[in-house]
């Protein structure tokens, strides 16, 4: 069975610029989440989607970021204008009946 | 608000011993309590997880100790391995609407444990 898959990897930008990043959840899963990993802490959830429905953004910085998840399944997670305090791991992760399962995340460095 | 403190922020033991990590958690509605164990470059991943109906549970080596009174758990792994060297993470959630555990996690903010040959 595929994993969470996540890309890019590795993104380098300028503070002001734009990103964005790409989730294909496992097949099925119809929860996906946005979590922050910030360099020495545990995750933080950004955003939670059921099916194609946001249930949980309270803790997404609606100034500047924005996800969506057309279709109920990819989703994407983006930030404009990019902060330096947005330098972070950022993890999909989605999940069927039971466990959570993880990406490998996307490392975000804002110069 | 940090609503689940996790210690020590590190940890090192030699092959054989017991590594021991600690979490406390602030919301008593919280009731699924998992461990994640993290990599360097990959996502955390399930270890163990436990209800607040249960004081004890165990998997091989790994074992979660749970104290509702005190709103404490943690985990303990047995005969430590070079190989669970990795950052170690305790979380919690509640359940909310129709939704079934998983959701909503809290996480505390990470346990790195090296394991020395």
């Known amino acids: 069975e595929a994993g969470v898959a996540q890309s890019p990897r590795y993104k380098i930008i300028e503070k002001r610029q734009s990103v964005a990043f790409w989730c294909n959840p496992i097949s099925g899963h119809a929860t996906l989440y946005w979590y922050q990993q910030i360099l020495g802490q545990g995750p933080k959830l950004l955003i939670q989607f059921q099916n194609n429905g946001v249930v949980d953004d309270s803790q997404l910085p609606k100034d500047r970021f924005s996800a969506e998840r057309l279709k109920g399944v990819d989703s994407t997670l983006k930030i404009q204008p990019a902060k330096l305090e947005d330098s972070a791991v950022y993890l999909c992760a989605s999940r069927g009946y039971g466990e959570l399962f993880f990406g490998e995340g996307s490392r975000l460095t804002v110069l | 608000q940090q609503q689940v403190k996790q210690s020590p922020q590190s940890l090192i033991v030699q092959k054989g011993g017991i590594s021991i990590i600690n979490c406390a958690y602030e919301n008593t509605a919280f009731d699924y309590f998992p461990w994640y164990q993290q990599f360097p470059g990959k996502g955390p991943a399930l270890l163990i997880a436990i209800r607040p109906d249960v004081s004890e549970k165990k998997e091989g080596r790994f074992t979660i100790s749970f104290n509702k009174s005190a709103k404490q758990f943690s985990l303990h792994i047995m005969d430590s391995q070079p190989g669970d060297s990795a950052t170690y993470f305790c979380?919690?959630?509640?359940?909310?609407?129709?939704?079934?555990?998983?959701?909503?996690?809290?996480f505390g903010e990470g346990t790195q444990l090296t394991v020395n040959p």
């Open positions: 979380a919690a959630s509640r359940r909310t609407g129709g939704e079934t555990s998983g959701s909503r996690l809290t």
